[in-house]
Nanobody, 123 residues
Framework: QVQLVESGGGLVQAGESLRLSCIASGGIFSNFAMGWFRQAPGKEHEFVAAISWSGGSVYYADSVKVRFTVSRDKAKSTVYLQMHSLKPEDTAVYYC????????????????WGQGTQVTVSS
């Protein structure tokens, strides 16, 4: 059973940066594509970014493109979401998710989820 644990969330001011981490255990990390999603209060889960099992392909939502970068460290079984130029509308609980090999933007196609980490951006 794959387990995912996110960390790195917090309260920041608009324009600042944060780096989220997601550590995977219980499976072969290199076999999984990893995704980041977020959920703001009263809203559905929203795709943020994803990275393929090899790290060779990355995908971003238009709303975060240029500002966010997803990466993975196979040796540490960790995926990162580096977030720059944060905006109040980025405020949400951020979740990492895993699925075999190839990433998608659809949350219902991911098999494993972390518990989430809160990101709050004040104006």
């Amino acid at each position: 059973q794959v387990q995912l644990v996110e960390s790195g969330g917090g309260l920041v001011q608009a324009g600042e940066s944060l780096r989220l981490s997601c550590i995977a255990s219980g499976g072969i990390f290199s076999n999984f594509a990893m995704g980041w999603f977020r959920q703001a209060p009263g809203k559905e889960h929203e795709f943020v970014a994803a990275i393929s099992w090899s790290g060779g392909s990355v995908y971003y939502a238009d709303s975060v493109k240029v500002r966010f970068t997803v990466s993975r460290d196979k040796a540490k079984s960790t995926v990162y979401l580096q977030m720059h130029s944060l905006k109040p509308e980025d405020t949400a609980v951020y979740y990492c998710a895993a699925r075999p090999r190839y990433p998608t933007t659809r949350k219902d196609e991911y098999d494993y989820w972390g518990q989430g980490t809160q990101v709050t951006v004040s104006s």
